[in-house]
């Protein structure tokens, strides 16, 4: 209905009940047995009283309230209306007597009125509700929903869930632990158990759908209700934020999907961020890798501390537009230079480091997925070693205060190729930490949430797809964390950092893939290996079932944060290092003699002891390599040969 129309009838609705609450209180007066005289006097007081309510309520912005969602609140501002306009009847009344006017209009008809004005109003703005709000019934479009939690956010789903059509939830029921409430009603619904009881419920009453509606409890209290709902097949809904009951913004809208964030059974890591970041603030900041997983959100969360410039430098030029817009969407007065280059062109990096001279440097670029690197080796140390030490090196060449580089756990007794090559260049920065001004650090995590080419997302699509999902190993174990989690971490590591450390991530207990991969599928709605089949492919080149956060030589040690831990710097011979990197890098960029992949391997070997290479792969790669190396040099000699004849 258009606003004006909806006044009118307002307007006629309320004049219609302030008149006849006027008439109501002359027969409650006298009893049914008006008096002639004050009959005369009745269409005065009709018209005066009618007058000023009218005025109290257009005023008072009565008439902008949706009915539909009357609540108490409503009822208040309705009797405190009809006191103001008592009031003021009471003083236009006190005036007229007071100019020797009588008007024969009893004293008590002005009380009476506003009592049945009261009531009338407030019936009718009921009735509109009913009317206009009244509940919907459930329609066989509709899933039966569960809703855990009959505090002040599951009541408002549940009216929200019962008065709004389009919705597919129905809410019937309410589990809740407090025994005040159990076995009562409330918003209409019974509370029908505590959380033990919810498999019971789910199969007794034909569950559909569970909403966790706990939007203050504690993670480790959530992954608990989740563990319970997972022993049913209903799927699972949750209210994600204690901030949508506090601003009201709790909605039908508001209700998401479990996430993989929901089983880990840990609050996040909080890192006051205000007080540690200042270093950036007011800095040139250089992000290499910007248009990753993490290189993106650093571009994010760094944007926020008001850099002088942010550069964000990548090699795809695709995820660098996609970076670029969004931070010019909602950052739109930050200063910031796209610059497509590829860390492993060395004469690039010095060129964006002279032109740009940056205070601060993020190094997130790196090829990460294991078994593609297992079989290109030569690309994971061009970009994960020789990248490395190109804008490493650039760092100390134009005396740049602190450089943080990302790591991983794959780096510690690494048994695959990126594992080692990470492991490499955390060994680059750590030697050029000993002999120059800049601050060089490395943050070592686990698997990060929802990164790209990470588990979830790959188990997420062949859920989609109806499976099945694949799992390398049953017993195959992983930490993970989530993407602001770790970049809070990177930019914690980049205030407390002295030069050298290694820092690390207590990222609570390890994770079992195989479990991670049943619960989602749970969280689908579905049964595992019934409606989705899980298979085992088994572990792949490089793979290992347990990932390792600090070596034994490492060790570990406290820092401010209680959930930060530092890795003392390896001891190895610098100058013995360098001369080994370097045969590396020739090896790895030379084009006129490709060498085999198995005899890299062996040179990382010789750089990382503790990669887990199997002798046999080591002896067959120096017995192919010496091969390789026969033929070239009998080429060689046929060339020679030929010149000379």
């Given at each position: 209905?258009?606003?004006?129309?909806?006044?009118?009838?307002?307007?006629?609705?309320d004049s219609f009940i302030v008149l006849g609450s006027v008439f109501i209180s002359y027969l409650l007066r006298f009893e049914a047995r008006i008096p002639e005289p004050f009959w005369d006097s009745m269409p005065y007081a009709m018209g005066g009283i009618w007058l000023v309510t009218y005025a109290v309520f257009y005023f008072s912005n009565l008439y902008r309230r949706v009915w539909k969602y009357a609540s108490v609140g409503e009822l208040v501002l309705i009797i405190r209306t009809t006191t103001v306009a008592l009031g003021m009847n009471l003083l236009l009344y006190a005036a007229v007597r007071m100019s020797g006017m009588d008007i024969g209009i009893p004293l008590t008809v002005f009380l009476l009125s506003w009592m049945t004005t009261t009531i009338g109003i407030a019936g009718s703005r009921?009735?509109?509700r009913i009317v206009r709000g009244s509940q919907v019934k459930i329609q066989p479009h509709h899933k039966k929903a569960l809703i855990v939690g009959a505090g002040d956010a599951g009541t408002l789903v549940a009216k929200e869930?019962?008065?709004?059509?389009?919705?597919?939830?129905?809410?019937?029921?309410?589990?809740?632990?407090d025994p005040a409430k159990l076995y009562m009603e409330v918003g209409g619904l019974p509370v029908v158990g505590m959380r033990r009881d919810i498999p019971a419920v789910v199969k007794r009453l034909g569950i559909d759908t569970i909403v966790l509606a706990l939007p203050s409890a504690a993670k480790s209290d959530t992954a608990?209700?989740?563990?319970?709902?997972?022993?049913?097949?209903?799927?699972i809904k949750i209210l994600p934020r204690v901030s949508d009951v506090i601003h009201g913004n709790v909605s039908i809208s508001t209700i998401r999907d479990v996430n993989v964030e929901d089983l880990l059974g840990r609050d996040p890591v909080a890192v006051d961020l205000k007080g540690i970041a200042e270093y950036v603030t007011n800095k040139t900041v250089l992000i290499t890798g910007a248009g990753g997983s993490i290189g993106s959100e650093l571009s994010r969360q760094i944007a926020g501390f008001q850099p002088e410039k942010l550069l964000l430098l990548g090699h795809g030029e695709n995820s660098i537009y996609a970076i670029e817009n969004e931070l010019k969407r909602k950052y739109p007065g930050l200063a910031y230079e796209t610059v497509i280059a590829d860390v492993q062109d060395r004469q690039r990096m010095v060129e964006v480091f002279d032109l740009y001279r940056p205070s601060v440097v993020f190094h997130a670029a790196a090829h990460k997925h294991v078994p593609l690197m297992e079989r290109n080796p030569a690309e994971a140390i061009k970009n994960n070693v020789i990248g490395t030490k190109n804008v490493a090196q650039c760092a100390n060449l134009f005396g740049v205060e602190r450089f943080v580089m990302i790591s991983t756990d794959k780096a510690v007794n690494p048994t695959s190729v990126m594992g080692t090559t990470k492991r490499i260049a955390e060994m680059i920065v750590q030697s050029l930490n000993r002999r120059s001004t800049t601050k060089f650090v490395a943050v070592r995590f686990g698997n990060v949430l929802g990164s790209r080419g990470s588990v979830i997302p790959?188990?997420?699509?062949?859920i989609r797809e109806g499976g099945p999902v694949t799992v390398t190993h049953p017993e195959m174990v992983r930490y993970f964390m989530t993407i602001p989690e770790a970049v809070q971490l990177v930019i914690q590591a980049g205030a407390i950092a002295e030069g050298g450390e290694t820092f690390v991530l207590d990222m609570g207990e390890p994770v079992k893939i195989a479990k991670l991969a049943h619960d989602l599928i749970r969280l689908s709605g579905l049964e595992p290996d019934r409606d989705i089949r899980v298979e085992y492919t088994g572990m792949r080149p490089g793979e290992k079932l347990y990932e390792e956060l600090l070596t034994a030589e490492e060790g570990t040690a406290g820092t401010t944060?209680?959930?930060?831990?530092?890795?003392?710097?390896?001891?190895?011979?610098v100058k013995e290092f360098m001369a080994k990197l370097e045969k590396l890098e020739r090896a790895a960029f030379n084009n006129y003699m490709p060498v085999e992949p198995e005899h890299l391997k062996a040179m990382l070997k010789d750089l990382v002891p503790t990669y887990q290479l199997a002798a046999s792969d080591l002896e067959e790669a120096k017995n192919r390599q010496k091969a390789a190396e026969a033929v070239v040099h009998r080429r060689k000699l046929e060339v020679a040969l030929g010149a000379e004849k």
């Amino acid at each position: 209905m258009k606003y004006s129309k909806r006044i009118m009838l307002l307007l006629a609705v309320d004049s219609f009940i302030v008149l006849g609450s006027v008439f109501i209180s002359y027969l409650l007066r006298f009893e049914a047995r008006i008096p002639e005289p004050f009959w005369d006097s009745m269409p005065y007081a009709m018209g005066g009283i009618w007058l000023v309510t009218y005025a109290v309520f257009y005023f008072s912005n009565l008439y902008r309230r949706v009915w539909k969602y009357a609540s108490v609140g409503e009822l208040v501002l309705i009797i405190r209306t009809t006191t103001v306009a008592l009031g003021m009847n009471l003083l236009l009344y006190a005036a007229v007597r007071m100019s020797g006017m009588d008007i024969g209009i009893p004293l008590t008809v002005f009380l009476l009125s506003w009592m049945t004005t009261t009531i009338g109003i407030a019936g009718s703005r009921l009735l509109w509700r009913i009317v206009r709000g009244s509940q919907v019934k459930i329609q066989p479009h509709h899933k039966k929903a569960l809703i855990v939690g009959a505090g002040d956010a599951g009541t408002l789903v549940a009216k929200e869930l019962k008065h709004f059509p389009d919705t597919t939830l129905y809410p019937v029921a309410f589990i809740d632990d407090d025994p005040a409430k159990l076995y009562m009603e409330v918003g209409g619904l019974p509370v029908v158990g505590m959380r033990r009881d919810i498999p019971a419920v789910v199969k007794r009453l034909g569950i559909d759908t569970i909403v966790l509606a706990l939007p203050s409890a504690a993670k480790s209290d959530t992954a608990n209700v989740i563990n319970i709902c997972k022993k049913t097949s209903a799927s699972i809904k949750i209210l994600p934020r204690v901030s949508d009951v506090i601003h009201g913004n709790v909605s039908i809208s508001t209700i998401r999907d479990v996430n993989v964030e929901d089983l880990l059974g840990r609050d996040p890591v909080a890192v006051d961020l205000k007080g540690i970041a200042e270093y950036v603030t007011n800095k040139t900041v250089l992000i290499t890798g910007a248009g990753g997983s993490i290189g993106s959100e650093l571009s994010r969360q760094i944007a926020g501390f008001q850099p002088e410039k942010l550069l964000l430098l990548g090699h795809g030029e695709n995820s660098i537009y996609a970076i670029e817009n969004e931070l010019k969407r909602k950052y739109p007065g930050l200063a910031y230079e796209t610059v497509i280059a590829d860390v492993q062109d060395r004469q690039r990096m010095v060129e964006v480091f002279d032109l740009y001279r940056p205070s601060v440097v993020f190094h997130a670029a790196a090829h990460k997925h294991v078994p593609l690197m297992e079989r290109n080796p030569a690309e994971a140390i061009k970009n994960n070693v020789i990248g490395t030490k190109n804008v490493a090196q650039c760092a100390n060449l134009f005396g740049v205060e602190r450089f943080v580089m990302i790591s991983t756990d794959k780096a510690v007794n690494p048994t695959s190729v990126m594992g080692t090559t990470k492991r490499i260049a955390e060994m680059i920065v750590q030697s050029l930490n000993r002999r120059s001004t800049t601050k060089f650090v490395a943050v070592r995590f686990g698997n990060v949430l929802g990164s790209r080419g990470s588990v979830i997302p790959i188990f997420k699509q062949q859920i989609r797809e109806g499976g099945p999902v694949t799992v390398t190993h049953p017993e195959m174990v992983r930490y993970f964390m989530t993407i602001p989690e770790a970049v809070q971490l990177v930019i914690q590591a980049g205030a407390i950092a002295e030069g050298g450390e290694t820092f690390v991530l207590d990222m609570g207990e390890p994770v079992k893939i195989a479990k991670l991969a049943h619960d989602l599928i749970r969280l689908s709605g579905l049964e595992p290996d019934r409606d989705i089949r899980v298979e085992y492919t088994g572990m792949r080149p490089g793979e290992k079932l347990y990932e390792e956060l600090l070596t034994a030589e490492e060790g570990t040690a406290g820092t401010t944060h209680d959930r930060i831990f530092i890795g003392k710097p390896a001891v190895f011979s610098v100058k013995e290092f360098m001369a080994k990197l370097e045969k590396l890098e020739r090896a790895a960029f030379n084009n006129y003699m490709p060498v085999e992949p198995e005899h890299l391997k062996a040179m990382l070997k010789d750089l990382v002891p503790t990669y887990q290479l199997a002798a046999s792969d080591l002896e067959e790669a120096k017995n192919r390599q010496k091969a390789a190396e026969a033929v070239v040099h009998r080429r060689k000699l046929e060339v020679a040969l030929g010149a000379e004849k």
